[in-house]
């Protein structure tokens, strides 16, 4: 299940608009200045952040704008009263503030204040300070996404005049985040009797039993609970509040709510209930939801669509992905004609898509237009079991993405496709479509998936000058030819996989003129020859994910290359909070060979980086410069012709998962230093001529046999072989190895003898028959020289 809420869109732009009317500094035209206390307390809450332009999304803070001697009611971000001229809203939300928020703060001399808003700057772990209850008058407050950790205050519930609370807290760390317990929950709903928004997403209520919700105040239009961490069972009677038109409860997958056969809140607008759970079923009595305008239901409901969710004439967007939804395809789906985006997939979804909004519906065009979903721009019908292209898509006009993937639709892509002028986003990957790609594709495509199908031929020539083009992935088909060069004019181009094709070409050098290109996977063809830089200038700067393996390139590993990928060094981090690679709603998928073996990753992380370059002809020395790509999670060079010794500058990738050396000609110690590397999980050296201890410590007290095979230098855990004080093997084992060795040569060599020695014997005997020593030796009759010799003896014994 996909853990993406899609109530977060809404919620950023309630956190925009939610104060507008009581924050606007301009709109106030004052008729007594400010007073002096109150514009010293402002200016003194001032000098305890710094201005950090990282932890925002701005390059100006309104805080600049304050001076001293200037009406303080004039600053940016301040509205005063027009009568007493007292501060009475602050906005300094996305104001750039860094720095911790201390509890005497001046902040709290603002006895009149009536809005606060410091959403989205940088405290730093600070508390919220309980002090916050001297503001009596206070009726918005907004701390969202500030950095602020432990305990919401119970003081928090000690304002009785708040109408609107945003606390959500939903970018720092688990272990971080602000911590709502019972009695300052259960007072909070007690004490808010005129609250009518309450935010409280990414907020820890793990401890919090959900059923105090029951006593809401019935003046409640928004209630968000956004990833709380609840257990249990939900109330629905929430649904029954007159007032409430915006209710999220997602990302709460221990949490269970029935929904209604009856009662519902009729003002609903939107609701989002996706990564939990709620019933079995989805009820007839969704259709009394007369004012609905989005709908995300992805909580494990069963059954059937039923027909009444056509009565949802307001719908513009309508998720049901990610349940068990079985059964045909709603009919009444026809009948939102307001709908612009619309997402079933991962459903067990069966046979056709109804005549009523598919074959059928060209003649039913004469007797409404409206049947040609006019407004539908977003269609994503993934895991649909669908055997072909619904047909309904073909008369919807100003489709901007179409997202048909893991079905099993076959035969050609549609003519009629080259007809969606307005189409972004196609992703028809994972089906049986064959023949070739058509030149004629819109040429407002951003995203081009085709991934996993049994398309051959040629890749398009079909990219122009001012190509929009942004993710290209053509992974796992049966194209051959040239990779067109034509591709330098998608200058906007983030991706480009073309893995596991036959495409037989040199290394595309000309990619390098592609300044937003972070992902480019070659690997399974038939590229061949050197990769060199052909540019003086920085290329490749913005690279994250290469994957050249399993072709033929061959030469020293591409240094001026790897100098200049920055975006897998430390230094050219992506400023704020890692984010997952994307156009709009739609996320990239990439196909990865994760710790050794090959993985599809459903998101990719704009922080995720590896480089694969195995199974060439790479020959040379690993340089040192390697050490310098500190953000690497997976390094693999084996299967090459590198020799010399493994840098110990790889110490520098701290970051590093996995990383294989393995099947080339590298030589001298593992070095000490890899030690440091905490966050490896796989290390594979084999099949080198590395020599010497086994470094132990941290991780390396966890790899096993297999990690160093096939170096018979090597000594040291896990290897059964032991080593002297000098970290070689030591003598005892060197001379039982040698007297073994030894051993083996003397029975070999006497074996060798003996077999001359009774070949000779043999021929001897059978080419002169059978000589008289050799008879009296083995046919047991004496000869008579010997029976002379024995009767002297016995002659002798007797003189004695």
């Known amino acids: 299940m996909l853990s993406t809420p899609l109530c977060l869109p809404f919620f950023f732009l309630c956190l925009k608009t939610t104060f507008a009317s009581s924050l606007r500094a301009s709109s106030f035209s004052t008729t007594r200045l400010c007073s002096h206390e109150e514009a010293a307390a402002l200016l003194q809450f001032k000098t305890f952040f710094s201005i950090n332009y990282t932890v925002c999304y701005t390059n100006y803070s309104r805080t600049e704008s304050w001076k001293e001697g200037i009406d303080c009611c004039s600053w940016d971000g301040v509205s005063c009263d027009n009568v007493t001229g007292h501060v009475i809203a602050l906005d300094l939300s996305f104001d750039c503030l860094s720095g911790t928020f201390p509890s005497n703060s001046t902040l709290f001399l603002l006895k009149n204040l009536e809005s606060l808003n410091l959403a989205s700057n940088d405290f730093r772990l600070s508390k919220i300070p309980p002090e916050i209850s001297q503001f009596t008058r206070l009726k918005h407050l907004d701390i969202s996404d500030s950095q602020f950790s432990g305990q919401v205050p119970a003081e928090i519930a000690h304002l009785p005049k708040l109408v609107s609370l945003n606390l959500s807290d939903l970018f720092t760390s688990d272990s971080d985040k602000l911590i709502l317990e019972t009695t300052t929950l259960r007072n909070l709903v007690q004490n808010l009797s005129e609250v009518r928004e309450i935010v409280l997403s990414g907020v820890n209520m793990a401890s919090v039993d959900p059923c105090f919700f029951m006593n809401l105040s019935s003046s409640l239009t928004t209630l968000h609970l956004l990833g709380c961490q609840f257990r249990g069972n939900f109330p629905n009677s929430i649904f029954c509040l007159p007032n409430l038109n915006r209710f999220c409860l997602s990302g709460n997958r221990n949490l269970t709510i029935d929904l209604p056969s009856s009662n519902w809140s009729s003002p609903l607008q939107r609701l989002y209930l996706y990564d939990m759970h709620c019933g079995r079923r989805l009820r007839e009595s969704i259709g009394d939801l007369k004012s609905l305008q989005s709908l995300t239901l992805g909580c494990n409901l069963e059954g059937s669509i039923p027909a009444s969710i056509g009565n949802l004439s307001q719908l513009t967007y309508l998720s049901l992905s990610y349940n068990n939804l079985s059964g045909q395809i709603s009919s009444s789906l026809a009948n939102l004609t307001q709908l612009t985006s619309v997402d079933l997939s991962n459903n067990q979804f069966s046979g056709p898509i109804p005549a009523s ?153 000309w990619l390098e003129s592609l300044p937003e290109l972070q992902v480019l996977v070659l690997r399974s063809n038939k590229f061949h020859g050197f990769v060199q830089s052909t540019k003086e200038s920085p290329s490749f700067l913005r690279l994250r994910v290469l994957d050249l393996s399993n072709n033929d390139f061959l030469g020293p590993l591409p240094v001026r290359y790897i100098e200049n990928f920055k975006a897998m060094m430390d230094l050219y981090r992506d400023e704020g909070s890692p984010e997952y690679m994307n156009v709009g709603s739609y996320q990239y998928s990439l196909v990865v060979t994760w710790k050794g073996a090959e993985r599809e990753l459903q998101k990719i992380l704009t922080v995720f980086s590896s480089i694969h370059l195995s199974n060439n002809k790479f020959e040379g020395e690993i340089p040192d410069v390697m050490g310098k790509l500190s953000s690497l999670k997976g390094l693999n060079l084996s299967h090459n012709n590198l020799i010399g010794h493994i840098p110990p500058s790889l110490r520098n990738l701290t970051n590093l998962e996995w990383l294989d050396l393995s099947s080339n000609e590298l030589a001298g110690k593992i070095p000490d230093e890899l030690v440091s590397l905490t966050q490896l999980s796989v290390l594979n050296l084999s099949n080198n001529h590395l020599v010497r201890r086994i470094p132990q410590g941290n991780q390396f007290n966890t790899f096993g046999n297999d990690s160093y095979e096939g170096n018979p230098g090597l000594c040291g855990i896990p290897l059964s072989k032991s080593c002297d004080g000098n970290g070689t093997q030591s003598s005892s084992f060197q001379e039982k190895d040698e007297l073994w060795r030894f051993g083996w040569r003397v029975v070999v060599l006497g074996y060798g003898c003996g077999v001359v020695f009774g070949l000779l014997m043999g021929y001897l005997v059978f080419r002169t028959g059978k000589p008289k020593w050799f008879v009296s030796l083995f046919d047991g009759r004496p000869s008579q020289s010997g029976r002379k010799m024995r009767k002297a003896k016995r002659l002798v014994q007797r003189r004695r």
């Not at 076959?410 to 007809?419: A, L, Q, S, V």
């Not at 040239?482 to 996989?497: I, T």
């Open 357 to 509: 909004i598919d074959n059928n519906l060209s003649l039913r065009m004469n007797v409404t237009a409206n049947f040609t979903l006019p407004k539908l721009t977003d269609v994503s019908f993934s895991s649909c079991n669908l055997s072909e292209f619904p047909n309904f898509i073909r008369h919807s006009n100003g489709l901007q993405s179409l997202v048909l993937s893991k079905n099993s639709i076959h035969g050609n892509i549609p003519e009629w496709i080259c007809e969606k002028d307005d189409l972004q986003i196609l992703d028809l990957s994972h089906n049986n479509l064959i023949g070739k790609i058509p030149n004629c594709l819109p040429k407002s495509l951003s995203v081009l998936n085709l991934q996993a199908n049994y398309f051959d031929g040629n890749i398009p020539f079909g990219f122009p000058e001012g190509c929009g083009l942004r993710n290209l992935n053509l992974h796992g088909n049966q194209m051959d030819g040239l990779l067109p060069r034509c591709l330098v004019n998608c200058s906007m181009l983030e991706v480009l996989d073309i893995g596991n094709n036959s495409i037989e070409d040199t290394f595309p050098h």
